[in-house]
Nanobody
Framework: QLQLVESGGGLVQPGGSLRLSCAASGFTLEYYAIAWFRQAPGKEREGISCISMSGNTTDYADSVKGRFTISKDNAENTVYLQMNNLKPADTGVYYC????????????????????????WGQGTQVTVST
């Protein structure tokens, strides 16, 4: 059974840091592009970061550039999202997702933060940034 499990969310004060993990089981992340998305209450799901199959290419939404870093550990079959200088606007449920079939992933060997490309999704982890 193919499964993604997010962890590492929680409550943090503005300016603080969290590291989210996305662990895969039933498949090998080495052959997938992985992205992180978040959804705040009453808002649409937003793509915030992605990393290519090889790990050599990453992309970030403008809202998180310079603060978030995505990385991939193929040996641990896990993708991480290091989030620094967190702001209240970063509050939401964070999801990771995997794409192993799109042309962007398999031919261009890059990644994209469009939700429609992704086949497998985790259940999400809550991040709350508040005083």
């Amino acid at each position: 059974q193919l499964q993604l499990v997010e962890s590492g969310g929680g409550l943090v004060q503005p300016g603080g840091s969290l590291r989210l993990s996305c662990a895969a089981s039933g498949f090998t992340l080495e052959y997938y592009a992985i992205a992180w998305f978040r959804q705040a209450p009453g808002k649409e799901r937003e793509g915030i970061s992605c990393i290519s199959m090889s790990g050599n290419t990453t992309d970030y939404a403008d809202s998180v550039k310079g603060r978030f870093t995505i990385s991939k550990d193929n040996a641990e079959n896990t993708v991480y999202l290091q989030m620094n200088n967190l702001k209240p606007a970063d509050t939401g449920v964070y999801y990771c997702a995997a794409d192993g079939t799109s042309w962007i992933t398999t031919v261009l060997a890059t990644c994209n933060i469009s939700p429609g490309l992704y086949d497998y999704w985790g259940q999400g982890t809550q991040v709350t940034v508040s005083t």
